[in-house]
């Protein structure tokens, strides 16, 4: 399997513009979670899904950001429109649900966003 | 708020020492797990470790859970130039999210 996948790897927009970031959970997995990563803050959950459905949402900072899952292998996580405080390293990971327990998540190679 | 808190913010040492990194937590779990994260990637899974588990080996890795304490250890021994890069846990309570500690930057000086 190839993994997580993410596209752009690396994203450069001016403030005020649509971004568009890309996920491909790991086929089978039913659960997939956006995470957004910066300094001050470290790691924050934004949203996940359990089979296409939106769970939780509360990490979404505002209702600028917008995720969608529109089947089982495709999510985007959408910005409109952008900030300059919105730059951060943006991940998608999935993990499947075995027993009474999620397994591990595993993780895609983010996408580096910078807003000028 | 359940994140973790990752001790010490930084460690280095020598090649060849053991590296110690600690983490507490505030409500009760079902499982705790350590991951890694190498410079500008993403976080790759270590270990598992539930709450009815004390310790956990994994290759040059020693998990250590104290539900009790609310703590966890993450032990790597006889560390590597290539083990540099940040830690960190993760726990997992009632729902199916993971809430991810701060993180430990490691660095091992060869």
């Known amino acids: 399997d190839a993994g997580v996948i993410q596209s752009p790897r690396h994203e450069v927009t001016e403030m005020g513009q649509e971004v568009t970031l890309r996920c491909k959970p790991i086929s089978g997995h039913d659960y997939l979670f956006w995470y957004r990563q910066t300094m001050m803050r470290g790691l924050e959950l934004l949203i996940y899904?359990?089979?296409?459905?939106?769970?939780?949402d509360s990490g979404m900072p505002e209702d600028r950001f917008s995720a969608k899952m529109p089947n089982a292998s495709f999510s985007t996580l959408k910005i409109q429109p952008s900030e300059p405080r919105d730059s951060a390293v943006y991940f998608c990971a999935s993990s499947y649900h075995r027993g009474e327990y999620q397994e591990t998540q595993y993780f895609g190679p983010g996408t580096r966003l910078l807003v000028l | 708020s359940q994140q973790g808190e990752e001790d010490p913010q930084a460690l280095s040492i020598q090649e060849g020492e053991n590296a110690t990194m600690n983490c507490s937590y505030k409500?009760?779990?079902?499982?705790l797990q350590w991951y890694r994260q190498n410079s500008g990637r993403g976080l790759v899974h270590l270990i598992l470790i539930r709450s009815n588990e004390r310790e956990k080996h994994s290759g040059r890795l020693r998990v250590t859970l104290d539900t009790s304490k609310k703590s966890s250890s993450l032990l790597i021994t006889a560390s590597r130039a290539a083990d540099t890069a940040s830690y960190f846990c993760?726990?997992?309570?009632?729902?199916?999210?993971?809430?991810f500690g701060t993180g430990t930057r490691l660095t091992v000086i060869p």
């Open positions: 409500t009760s779990i079902n499982n």
């Open positions: 899904f359990n089979n296409n459905v939106p769970i939780d």
């Open positions: 993760a726990t997992q309570a009632g729902a199916n999210n993971l809430f």
